[in-house]
């Protein structure tokens, strides 16, 4: 089983996404994280659907998404071709740990993984930690020796390929340029 990321680059209409969304459920394909967002062009909207099978389904996937109509491009994003993040923002019970096992403050750890401390109240923080999956999931490991996860929220991946040949370009009438 392997996992795959697509970037998909469709026209920005109503229903869109529960339309690619649809065509997953329908299949029965797994969508293991999903993003969406408009593209610097408001006409068009880009999402970023991780999705995991072997090497027939994974293809498989990539031709029925290319095939919906608002679909403008679809690109698999290699690991080493492509740029690829995820934002993380997790509550934090500030409560001290009645035994500690780290010798990390929460401070400090929230500090080695780059995070930013984004809100903090007497009995909880909430920490935003941006990176690659690997890297948000190490943090959680890492926070969950010592200290109580109250909240989680992640965003889903999202990326961009790393070249710039690749981009598609639309002029006013809609055609690729």
Do not use: W
């Amino acid at each position: 089983m392997r996992r795959q990321v697509l970037s998909i680059l469709v026209e920005n209409t109503s229903g869109l996404l529960s339309h690619v969304s649809g065509l997953f459920s329908r299949r029965g394909y797994n969508i293991d994280s999903i993003s969406a967002g408009v593209t610097a062009d408001p006409r068009f909207t880009r999402i970023t659907i991780v999705t995991s099978g072997d090497e027939l389904l994974l293809e498989q996937i990539e031709k029925q998404v290319a095939k919906l109509c608002d679909v403008v491009d679809v690109k698999i994003l290699e690991p080493h071709a492509s740029v690829t993040r995820e934002l993380m923002l997790v509550k934090i019970s500030a409560k001290p740990p009645k035994e500690r096992k780290s010798i990390f403050t929460l401070h400090d750890m929230i500090e080695h993984f780059h995070g930013k401390t984004v809100d903090e109240t007497p009995d909880s923080v909430v920490v935003e930690v941006t990176g690659n999956t690997d890297k948000l999931d190490s943090f959680l490991e890492n926070i969950m020796v010592d200290y109580e996860i109250l909240e989680l929220a992640r965003t889903g991946l999202t990326g961009l390929s790393r070249r710039a040949d690749d981009v598609i370009l639309i002029n006013e009438q809609g055609e690729r340029i």
